[in-house]
């Protein structure tokens, strides 16, 4: 399993953080983050990484920045998209199972690490119940 994993200013450590804790679990890691913490704008990476998960390059995607909110908008204007705003383990598991999730996004400024972790656990361990969710996440697209 391939994951893309995305970030601005405001993700680098997280970023670097989950990259090694993923990559000790087995799964294989692409950066599309910046890797300063100089100010830049979320939208030059979270369109490059949307692409790719479109294109199949990578199987799902990770997003950091402050809020998560600048990732998710900018991500989901791709129709292959479905970039899901987590903030707590039960989130990380309904936004998978219910949403199908196919990017995680968080919000660095607003939960520590072990959550990130958690998070990331939670969704990557979780299916898609399907369904009547189904019927809803086929609904999405415009
Ligand atoms: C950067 O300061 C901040 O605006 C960005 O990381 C993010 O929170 C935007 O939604």
Redesign the pocket.
Same mark, same amino acid.
């Given at each position: 399993m391939k994951i893309g994993i995305c970030n601005?200013? /405001?993700?680098v450590d997280y970023k670097n953080g989950i990259i090694g804790y993923l990559e000790g679990k087995g799964y294989e890691t692409v950066n599309f983050g910046t890797d300063t913490k100089d100010?830049m704008d979320?939208t030059d990476v979270a369109h490059p990484l949307a692409k790719a998960v479109e294109k199949g390059e990578v199987d799902l995607g990770i997003a950091?920045?402050?809020?998560?909110?600048?990732? /998710?908008?900018t991500l989901n204007k791709h129709n292959g998209i479905r970039a899901g705003l987590a903030w707590s383990e039960e989130i990380g598991v309904l936004v998978k199972q219910h949403n199908n999730a196919n990017v995680l996004v968080m919000?660095?400024?607003f939960i520590d690490f072990e959550t990130v972790k958690k998070i990331a656990d939670a969704w990557l361990g979780t299916a898609f119940e399907g369904g009547r969710h189904q019927k809803r996440i086929d609904k999405i697209p415009l």
């Amino acid at each position: 399993m391939k994951i893309g994993i995305c970030n601005d200013h /405001a993700g680098v450590d997280y970023k670097n953080g989950i990259i090694g804790y993923l990559e000790g679990k087995g799964y294989e890691t692409v950066n599309f983050g910046t890797d300063t913490k100089d100010s830049m704008d979320y939208t030059d990476v979270a369109h490059p990484l949307a692409k790719a998960v479109e294109k199949g390059e990578v199987d799902l995607g990770i997003a950091f920045c402050g809020t998560g909110n600048g990732m /998710a908008m900018t991500l989901n204007k791709h129709n292959g998209i479905r970039a899901g705003l987590a903030w707590s383990e039960e989130i990380g598991v309904l936004v998978k199972q219910h949403n199908n999730a196919n990017v995680l996004v968080m919000p660095a400024r607003f939960i520590d690490f072990e959550t990130v972790k958690k998070i990331a656990d939670a969704w990557l361990g979780t299916a898609f119940e399907g369904g009547r969710h189904q019927k809803r996440i086929d609904k999405i697209p415009l």
